[in-house]
């Protein structure tokens, strides 16, 4: 069992409800999933998901459909007393946000995060 403790899990659950004829969409759960394995001090590799549905509604007089997001990340975090340094790969697709939500795509990329206060 020594190697489950050299693993940190972080999973967050969430339900958007948006106020009837202010949004075009109803409601939005989400899961987000985040491994990570901590046996060194200075370099952890982690793997990370999230997804994202959104139930259409009525705007204006006009129908919305549903939109989703899948997103996945990999790659390593560098542990300090204020927080991690994150660096890593990402690939997703789904609706974009915004003014072109409608819109479906497919995305990969690099990316770098800086997150104060993490354990």
Known sequence: ????????????????????????????PSLDLHVRYTRSRWVQPFVSGYAEYAQGGRLGG???????????????????????????????IGNRKGIVI???ERTMGLGVRLALGAP
């Open 1 to 28: 069992m020594e190697r489950w403790r050299q693993l940190l899990f972080l999973q967050r659950v969430e339900v958007k409800w948006f106020l009837p004829g202010q949004s075009s969409y109803a409601y939005a």
């Open 62 to 92: 006009r129908e919305y459909p549903d939109a989703y997001l899948l997103r996945g990340l990999f790659g390593v975090a560098l542990p300090s007393r204020l927080g991690d340094i994150m660096v890593y790969g990402f690939g997703d």
């Open 102 to 104: 409608l819109t479906r």
